[in-house]
C-alpha cells in the first residue's frame, strides 16, 4: 500500500512541477537531453550495452537447453516409474537453481556493463568540456 501512495503523491508532484515549469521549459529540457543522448561517448557507450546484453542474453538460452536435456534423461533412465519422476524431479530442481543462477549472473553483468559505460560517458563528458 505504501508504494502505491509514493507512486500517487510522485506523480502528483511532478505534475504541479511540470505545470509550473511551463511547456517552453519542458523544450528546453527535453532539447538539452537529446544533445546529451545523441552525443557520440553516449552512443558509442549505449551501443556497448547494447552488444553486451545480447551476449549475456545467449547465455540463459542454452543453460534451459542443458536443463531441459538433463530432465529428459532423468526421465528416460532405468528404474521404475516412480524412481524416473524422482530423478527427473531433483534434476529439474537443480536445473532450475542453474537456470537462477545464469539469470542473475547475466543480469548482475548488464547491470555493471550499464554502469561502467555510464560512468565512461559521464568522465567523456567531462573531459570534452
Do not use: C
Given at each position: 500500500?505504501?508504494?502505491?501512495?509514493?507512486?500517487?503523491?510522485?506523480?502528483a508532484i511532478g505534475?504541479?512541477?511540470?505545470?509550473?515549469?511551463?511547456?517552453?521549459?519542458?523544450?528546453?529540457?527535453?532539447?538539452?537531453?537529446?544533445?546529451?543522448?545523441?552525443?557520440?561517448?553516449?552512443?558509442?557507450?549505449?551501443?556497448?550495452?547494447?552488444?553486451?546484453?545480447?551476449?549475456?542474453?545467449?547465455?540463459?538460452?542454452?543453460?534451459?537447453?542443458?536443463?531441459?536435456?538433463?530432465?529428459?534423461?532423468?526421465?528416460?533412465?532405468?528404474?521404475?516409474?516412480?524412481?524416473?519422476?524422482?530423478?527427473?524431479?531433483?534434476?529439474?530442481?537443480?536445473?532450475?537453481?542453474?537456470?537462477?543462477?545464469?539469470?542473475?549472473?547475466?543480469?548482475?553483468?548488464?547491470?555493471?556493463?550499464?554502469?561502467?559505460?555510464?560512468?565512461?560517458?559521464?568522465?567523456?563528458?567531462?573531459?570534452?568540456?
Amino acid at each position: 500500500m505504501r508504494g502505491k501512495a509514493g507512486l500517487v503523491i510522485g506523480l502528483a508532484i511532478g505534475y504541479v512541477l511540470g505545470t509550473r515549469a511551463g511547456r517552453e521549459r519542458y523544450e528546453q529540457i527535453k532539447t538539452q537531453w537529446l544533445k546529451v543522448w545523441n552525443a557520440e561517448p553516449v552512443q558509442s557507450q549505449v551501443g556497448k550495452v547494447k552488444d553486451f546484453a545480447k551476449s549475456q542474453a545467449m547465455a540463459l538460452p542454452s543453460t534451459l537447453w542443458e536443463s531441459a536435456v538433463k530432465v529428459t534423461q532423468a526421465a528416460g533412465s532405468k528404474g521404475t516409474p516412480g524412481q524416473k519422476l524422482d530423478a527427473a524431479i531433483k534434476v529439474g530442481k537443480d536445473s532450475a537453481d542453474d537456470v537462477g543462477k545464469a539469470a542473475q549472473s547475466s543480469a548482475k553483468a548488464v547491470k555493471d556493463a550499464v554502469e561502467d559505460a555510464v560512468e565512461d560517458a559521464s568522465e567523456n563528458g567531462r573531459g570534452g568540456a
